[in-house]
């Protein structure tokens, strides 16, 4: 039977494991692993990388530019505002008038919210502040609200005068279609005899057009020509129309001469 462990050496005996390890990695020959692909990849990568670099540059630099933009926008918002608050302040001095407080800026803020949300029953205030001089004495009525009642009225006198002339040019137009159309003081042909008589002014047209460009020489043979086929035509129905008399007479004849010579 083997003799039980002691405590040390329990508790010592990985110990031996762990410097067997690290003598076994001290006598290990340094190696060298080539990977052919990444190698590859990093002699051929350089013009990818640069390219890769310089947008990456154009990047950052138009998005800085954009956030600058973003910046003096807001910046010139501020400023028109500010200015726009000093004009205010200034037209009310010069009417002499009191100058607006914040609160009674963002209340003035809201009512304009409210009127372009939807206009409702209107309250003219009227400020009158009397000027003299010496020689004058002049009085200003400032007017606050005003009452949108009338431009509506306004609006709806324009519409109806509009219809009025719309219902007029429409009657206008009625007549014109009613009254009755001119009858033409040429008598219109039939379309057969229209198209005939377009076509035989068509040919002449054409014939004239020939005859001009035609040399006497080619007149002269097309005349002769044209009598050729007359007379073609004309012996042609001679011979259908008088065919069967000629046969007859021929037959007749020749009886005739063999009756004198019995």
């Given at each position: 039977m083997s003799k039980p462990k002691s405590n040390v050496a329990l508790l010592t005996e990985g110990a031996s494991y762990i410097q067997r390890a690290k003598k076994a990695r001290r006598e290990q020959v340094e190696e060298i692993k080539f990977d052919d692909e990444a190698r590859r990849e990093w002699l051929t990568g350089f013009s990818k990388r640069k390219k890769a670099k310089a947008d990456e540059k154009k990047a950052r630099a138009k998005e800085r530019d954009h956030l600058a933009h973003l910046k003096e926008r807001r910046e010139a918002r501020a400023d028109l505002r500010k200015k726009a608050a000093e004009n205010v302040k200034s037209v009310r001095r010069a009417m002499g008038l009191?100058?607006?407080?914040?609160?009674?800026d963002e209340d003035e803020d809201e009512d304009d919210e409210d009127d372009v949300a939807g206009p409702g029953p209107s309250s003219s205030k009227n400020a009158e502040e009397e000027y003299?001089?010496?020689?004058?004495?002049?009085?200003?009525?400032?007017?606050?609200?005003?009452?949108?009642?009338?431009?509506?009225?306004?609006?709806n006198m324009n519409d109806s005068d509009e219809d009025e002339e719309g219902e007029d040019g429409e009657r206008s137009s009625r007549q014109k279609e009613e009254q009755p159309k001119p009858k033409p003081k040429v008598k219109m042909l039939p379309p057969s005899s229209a198209k005939l008589q377009k076509l035989r002014e068509k040919k002449k047209a054409e014939k004239k057009k020939s005859t001009s460009m035609e040399t006497a020489s080619e007149r002269r043979k097309g005349r002769e020509m044209e009598a050729r086929r007359r007379t073609k035509k004309a012996a042609l129905a001679r011979e259908r129309d008088g065919g069967g008399g000629s046969r007859g007479g021929t037959r007749g004849g020749k009886r005739g001469r063999g009756k004198g010579r019995r």
């Open positions: 009191e100058d607006l407080s914040d609160d009674d003299s001089d010496e020689d004058q004495l002049a009085t200003v009525t400032i007017t606050e609200d005003f009452d949108p009642s009338s431009i509506q009225d306004d609006f």
